[in-house]
């Protein structure tokens, strides 16, 4: 071998050991999370978006069944191999993390600044002192009706509870298609796209809900009573057998084109843009009265935090401030349509149906589900009753003040507002 040939394996082996160790000082970076479905939403949009930016920084999505992850997050964080960043279930869940130091105080981390009081709400102390997640997306309740249907009948798009009713009476009048879409067997429905949905237009969203919390108001005020009075009217306009009906059967019978309105959380667009042969509008639930401030449910649904074992918090950090940045909630909210950015700037959204949500956050005051910050903490919960009480009253085998009266009895079992 010549000196030549020599010295040139020796530079190569030399270049490729260099090569060998910038490669090996990459750090990866694991996202634990429930949301399987976003999978290739990562692989192919986010994390090229973050690598790019961030050479040496490598990051892994790796989602456990959502009706597994709880459990198998635990045991992850017990043995001390959960991944560096753990995605937030909202409020006690995720509360409860941080008091076993699980998850990092995260108050001070560049790019929390871009989020409001309400949207940091999910994953913020009681007393306010400590943040402990990025708040990544919340979920919007309205309404999603069939716009051949609205137009075959002349019907406008309901603004108020009246007109509301009258566009029900008009659609059950024409016999063509079920009114609304809403069953109520798997009893959460009831609760969910029924009581809070139209509710926060009655307790005026975050005051009454605040309220509630301080003990200034009860469940049997006629703020609280009222949307059950409202929602003993809707058994007349979800057809026959309503009372056997699951959620999958309300999407079906909407997507079918067999329901002309359907109380939806703004999960469903996605779903219903795939299933549905027809166009599709929502509107905001309707006031009470005409010129009356308008309210929706802008419910915090994920978020996602530093585990407080991690061995990268630094690059972790990096990450979770560029989660925390416009460029992160344009493609998140536009990959996910129905899943909207909590970040303050506004994003513009290519789905017209996402738009139409999205856009209700200018003109309605923003709250989120009454019973899940603090109130369902304790025996009974508060949350799981409401499902109960939802459908009895639509079903009619319990009256709104009943209804009322027994959350309320639960509620004060186990619950003194802190004085």
């Excluded at 949207?119 to 051949?148: E, L």
């Excluded at 959204?349 to 989120?368: G, N």
Aim: net charge negative.
């Amino acid at each position: 071998m010549t000196r030549t040939t020599l010295k040139g394996l020796l530079l190569a082996s030399s270049i490729l050991g260099s090569a060998g160790l910038a490669h090996a000082e990459d750090v990866t970076l694991t996202i634990e999370s429930w949301r399987n479905d976003d999978l290739a939403i990562w692989q192919e949009k986010l994390i090229p978006a973050f690598e790019a930016k961030h050479p040496g920084i490598k990051v892994k999505f790796a989602p456990t069944a959502p009706t597994e992850y709880n459990a198998a997050l635990n045991a992850k964080l017990d043995a001390g191999s959960a991944g560096d960043l753990i995605t937030c279930r909202p409020f006690d869940a995720s509360l409860e993390l941080y008091n076993k130091k699980h998850l990092a105080d995260l108050t001070a981390l560049p790019g929390m600044e871009n989020f409001s009081p309400v949207a940091k709400s999910a994953w913020t102390t009681d007393d306010g002192s400590a943040t402990f997640c990025v708040p990544m997306a919340s979920v919007i309740h309205g309404f999603i009706y069939n716009k051949d249907a609205f137009d075959q009948l002349g019907i406008q798009i309901p603004t108020t509870e009246a007109e509301f009713f009258a566009a029900l009476d008009k659609i059950k009048a024409d016999g063509n298609y079920i009114p609304m879409a809403m069953g109520t067997k798997d009893l959460w429905e009831a609760a969910t796209m029924g009581y809070q949905n139209i509710g926060p237009t009655y307790w005026k969203g975050e005051e009454g809900r605040a309220a509630l919390i301080k003990g200034e108001q009860k469940l049997t005020d006629a703020a609280w009573v009222e949307p059950y009075k409202v929602l003993a009217k809707w058994k007349d306009y979800l057809g026959d057998g309503f009372e056997a009906q699951t959620y999958p059967d309300s999407q079906n019978l909407f997507t079918l084109g067999r329901a002309a309105i359907y109380p939806a959380g703004s999960w469903e667009i996605g779903l219903f843009n795939t299933q549905a042969q027809f166009k599709m509008g929502a509107f905001p639930p309707p006031v009470k009265n005409a010129g009356d401030a308008c309210y929706i449910s802008d419910h915090n649904d994920i978020g996602v935090g530093l585990n407080a074992k991690s061995e990268h918090a630094e690059e972790a950090k990096k990450l979770l401030t560029w989660i925390s940045s416009p460029e992160f909630a344009d493609i998140y909210a536009n990959s996910l349509p129905g899943f909207f950015s909590l970040n303050s700037t506004a994003v513009k959204m290519a789905d017209p149906l996402a738009q139409e949500f999205v856009s209700w956050r200018e003109k309605c005051k923003p709250t989120i589900r009454s019973t899940y910050q603090i109130l369902s903490r304790g025996t009974p919960n508060l949350e799981n009753e409401t499902w109960v009480e939802s459908a009895n009253v639509i079903n009619g085998t319990d009256t709104p003040e009943v209804a009322a009266e027994k959350l309320q009895k639960g509620l004060d079992g186990w619950y003194k507002p802190a004085k």
